[in-house]
């Protein structure tokens, strides 16, 4: 069973508010990533970490969102400022191994709320 | 570009039926495939995984055959019980590549009756 822990479950924010969720790996996994599972229940990608560094991230998140994966910390991933439309299930995963696709191991979500 | 395909968005059958679920993938890649399994409010748990063409691997009932000739990796179970209820995803990845994104599928909702 995957040990990746996410916190909050649920956020609630209103329209212009930073959101912010945090993703502690499973013990020894260097490489976190972050996707965006919306209510249709399709994933996108949004960025990915080996230890403290960023491997890819789209466009989207360079421009509102802002993420890091501190050392002997959380990892975070903060909406600097939401929208109605990043109302969606936000799900941690981390991996062994970069470079190359592995089995990812995923949190259960921080379902964020944008009213 | 690179995607991965499901077909069926709800699939509904009686316990102890086999189901099989599409999967197809477009890539210019060498891929490694993946099955994970999504229960209500839970996270998404893997179910399988394949980077080896023509190979049969199992797991907890299912099993899924990697084709690369014809770009599939269909999920089978031979006889579905209640507890699969749940959403399924096919995603693809690079066995080669700078980050090891996964692509998922549009997902699959099973719902098993009795």
């Known amino acids: 069973n995957s040990k990746v822990i996410q916190t909050p479950r649920y956020l609630v924010k209103g329209q212009g508010q930073k959101a912010k969720m945090r993703c502690i790996p499973e013990k020894g996994h260097p490489v976190v990533f972050w996707y965006q599972q919306n209510k249709n229940n399709e994933f996108k990608f949004l960025i990915n970490?080996?230890?403290?560094?960023?491997?890819?991230q789209i466009d989207m998140t360079e421009k509102r969102f802002s993420a890091e994966c501190p050392s002997n910390s959380p990892c975070s991933l903060e909406i600097q400022s939401s929208e109605a439309g990043d109302s969606a299930l936000y799900l941690c995963?981390?991996?062994?191994?970069?470079?190359?696709?592995?089995?990812?191991?995923f949190g259960p979500g921080t379902r964020l709320t944008v009213l | 570009g690179d995607s991965v395909t499901q077909t069926e968005g709800l699939v509904t059958l009686t316990k102890g039926l086999p189901v099989m679920l599409n999967c197809t993938y477009q890539t210019t890649y060498s891929p490694f495939l993946f099955w994970y399994v999504q229960h209500l409010n839970e996270a998404p748990k893997l179910l399988l995984k394949?980077?080896?063409?023509?190979k049969r691997t199992e797991h907890q009932g299912f099993y899924a055959t990697l084709h690369k000739s014809s770009s599939s990796f269909h999920l089978q179970k031979s006889s579905v019980q209640l507890s699969d209820s749940a959403l399924y995803f096919c995603a693809w990845g690079y066995t080669g590549g700078l980050s090891g994104k996964l692509t998922f599928g549009e997902g699959t909702q099973v719902t098993v009756i009795s």
């Open positions: 995963a981390s991996s062994l191994l970069g470079g190359r696709s592995y089995e990812q191991y």
């Open positions: 970490f080996q230890n403290q560094e960023v491997l890819q």
């Open positions: 394949s980077s080896t063409d023509n």
